[in-house]
């Protein structure tokens, strides 16, 4: 059974940097699409990024492509988002989640993945 556990979440200034960790355990495939998904409080959970664990592509929704990077370490099954310049508007419930990968390339459809963490809350806020 895939776990996924995520950290590092919290309150941060807008402006400021914040790095989620996802850490796997249980994979039962060798290659994986992993993603970040994020909820505020009355709207959908909607895709952030993801990346595959075999070549590393990648996919970011617009507004968060020059804000944050997606990276993996194969070696510890963690996966990582680096958050930089946070806005208010980026404030949500941070879920990872993984897939075994059947395509080229990771995506950011919510119905794709059926394996899911239980989330970080990030708070952006002055």
């Known amino acids: 059974q895939l776990q996924l556990v995520e950290s590092g979440g919290g309150r941060v200034q807008p402006g400021g940097s914040l790095r989620l960790s996802c850490a796997a355990s249980?994979?039962?495939?060798?290659?994986?699409?992993i993603a970040w998904f994020r909820q505020a409080p009355g709207k959908e959970r909607e895709g952030v990024s993801c990346?595959?664990?075999?070549?590393?592509?990648?996919n970011y929704i617009v507004s968060v492509k020059d804000r944050f990077a997606i990276s993996r370490d194969n070696a510890r099954n963690t996966v990582y988002l680096q958050m930089n310049s946070l806005k208010p508007e980026d404030t949500a419930v941070y879920y990872c989640a993984a897939e075994s990968l059947y395509l080229s390339t990771c995506l950011l459809r919510r119905n794709y993945y059926t394996h899911w963490g239980q989330g970080t809350q990030v708070t952006v806020s002055s």
């Open positions: 990346i595959t664990t075999n070549d590393g592509s990648t």
């Open positions: 249980g994979f039962t495939s060798d290659d994986y699409a």
